[in-house]
């Protein structure tokens, strides 16, 4: 592969001409055309003798190109009837693993983030920390249910406000399961950090994942500390000295309404991340907001995470229009950067080409629902952590002998319903392709059947396909056969 990508700063979102036959998908920015098939997942370049200018002259140079080739439609991967999350909630006699328990260990955070869906980190009830006896109680219960389990987040609030119910977790576990024992992490603020939480980080291999929104000037105002301190420059200051401790950390950062108004792009972002922290693959999501409605329905206002604060934040929420030209400048620059070996990629970008490398289709669109399972504080089942505190994604509580609720099969036919029963929720060429957020898009929507974000992740995705056909062009000899992989 070449170093420089050929003509990549002539793509554009509005130069860019999409059009499908049968499993065929054909990208081109005029310049270079890509060609997809959803069923091989092969990736690979067409040589056209004049660009296509029109929707229409590309579609027709597809069909010819692929003339004579016995192609067939696409078929959607369809879901499990059941999954190793969910299959041992609906009968007792199923034995399953999960990929991620979440334990929400405090209900307490010592920042004070604007767009927070946890009602600044108590979900809605009194400031608390979940025990260790109780924390250690609701593990050894998970264990009944799945006896394998990947991984254990410690979450919040803040969960490094709680190190007691860390430890008595980690040892628990330690002596449970030894060389079987799953691996530890802790999402966190970054702010927290003293030598007792040192010595539980490197005793027990943790990995964190620490917030931050960008520079000082926007970090702080997103995420302010409530004694009125910079939390910037407390969390640079902690992770310096994490990287000495050899402690593992993944990035991640929210793109808000308030990074569009101060002019701060996602590509921005990349650079940040690629200057400032030595970052190259930050997780850069969009903020997941109600978006705004003619009048708000009282049994989401009653019930849903946000509450009191619905008509605020919807304020805030992000249009769609604006997320796709943001994240498909970000995917573009992702491509040139990967190519150029230098400089950050967002995690969304790296791992459908992952996918497209493997030719492996996304085998579920979220953890949530599929593989991961989130306790609350008070020992309340929820299928995400971002459900926490919504009675209506309540499975029960996994310390009640009766857990989990009837409720749990209804919550999973919701789910099932609203993604059409399809693996990731559209029938789309780029189904394969397509990873999100459940919990952000039922925030964002009300519900599971509107796809509400599915024209940013196309976007992303025809940025890296017409990335790589631009650099399988850029390799090959004049004259020579086009490449694909």
Same mark, same amino acid.
């Not at 708000?296 to 019930?303: G, I, M, N, V, Y």
């Not at 940013?456 to 399988?472: F, K, P, R, S, T």
């Given at each position: 592969m070449s170093c420089q990508p050929a003509n990549a700063s002539t793509s554009s979102a509005q130069h860019l001409l999409v059009a499908s036959h049968k499993s065929l998908t054909a990208i081109s920015d005029m310049q270079t055309t890509a060609i997809y098939d959803s069923n091989s997942m092969v990736v690979s370049l067409l040589d056209l003798p004049f660009p296509p200018v029109s929707k229409e002259e590309l579609q027709t140079a597809l069909v010819s190109a692929t003339k004579g080739v016995n192609l067939s439609q696409s078929s959607p991967l369809k879901l499990p009837v059941l999954n190793s999350a969910f299959g041992p909630l609906m009968d007792r006699s199923v034995s399953g693993s999960l990929s991620r328990l979440t334990l929400n260990i405090a209900n307490a955070c010592n920042l004070w983030c604007s767009y927070c869906y946890a009602d600044h980190g108590t979900y809605h009830t009194p400031v608390s920390l979940m025990t260790p006896e109780q924390a250690v109680a609701i593990v050894g219960r998970c264990l009944t249910t799945y006896p394998s389990i990947r991984s254990i987040q410690?979450?919040?609030?803040?969960? &490094? #406000?709680?190190?007691?119910?860390?430890?008595?977790?980690? $040892?628990? &576990?330690?002596?449970? #399961?030894g060389s079987k024992c799953p691996e530890f992490t802790a999402t966190t603020n970054g702010t927290i950090l003293d030598e007792k939480l040192e010595r539980i980080l490197q005793r027990f291999n943790f990995s964190l994942t620490i917030s931050v929104d960008g520079p000082a000037q926007i970090h702080d105002q997103l995420r302010p500390a409530k004694a009125g301190a910079s939390s910037h420059v407390m969390i640079l200051r902690n992770i310096e000295r994490l990287r000495k401790l050899g402690i593992a950390i993944d990035f991640e950062c929210t793109y808000t309404f308030a990074h569009h108004r101060m002019g701060i792009s996602v590509c921005d972002l990349l650079d940040y991340f690629s200057d400032e922290i030595g970052e190259t693959n930050p997780h850069i999501a969009w903020s997941y907001l109600p978006k705004p409605k003619p009048a708000?329905?009282?049994?989401?206002?009653? $019930?849903g995470i946000f509450r009191d604060d619905l008509e605020a934040q919807s304020r805030q929420h992000i249009p769609v229009e604006i997320l796709s030209e943001q994240f498909r400048a970000a995917a573009r620059k992702s491509m040139q950067n990967i190519a150029l070996g230098n400089g950050s990629a967002l995690t969304f970008v790296i791992g459908v080409l992952e996918r497209l490398k493997r030719q492996q289709p996304t085998s579920v669109y /979220?953890?949530?629902?599929?593989?991961?399972?989130?306790? =609350?504080?008070?020992?309340?089942?929820?299928? /995400?952590?971002?459900?926490?505190?919504?009675?209506?994604? %309540?499975?029960?509580?996994?310390?009640?002998?009766?857990?989990?609720? %009837?409720?749990?099969?209804?919550?999973?036919?919701?789910?099932? =319903?609203? #993604?059409?029963?399809?693996?990731?929720?559209?029938?789309?060429?780029?189904?394969?392709?397509? =990873?999100? /957020?459940?919990?952000?898009d039922y925030i964002s929507t009300g519900g599971f059947s509107e796809r &509400?974000?599915?024209?940013?992740?196309?976007?992303?995705?025809?940025?890296?396909? #017409?990335? &790589?056909?631009?650099?399988? %062009?850029?390799?090959?000899?004049?004259?020579?056969? =086009?490449?694909?992989?």
């Open positions: 410690f979450f919040g609030g803040e969960p &490094l #406000l709680n190190p007691m119910a860390i430890e008595a977790v980690c $040892l628990f &576990l330690e002596k449970q #399961l708000f329905d009282r049994a989401e206002k009653s $019930l /979220c953890p949530a629902f599929t593989t991961q399972l989130s306790i =609350s504080a008070n020992g309340t089942a929820y299928p /995400c952590f971002m459900f926490i505190g919504d009675a209506r994604m %309540k499975l029960g509580n996994i310390l009640d002998p009766g857990f989990p609720d %009837k409720q749990a099969a209804d919550i999973w036919e919701m789910y099932r =319903s609203g #993604l059409g029963g399809y693996t990731t929720g559209t029938t789309a060429w780029y189904a394969a392709l397509v =990873s999100g /957020c459940v919990a952000g &509400l974000y599915e024209p940013v992740q196309e976007a992303m995705i025809e940025e890296i396909i #017409l990335g &790589l056909a631009q650099y399988y %062009k850029a390799d090959q000899p004049k004259g020579g056969k =086009s490449n694909g992989a």
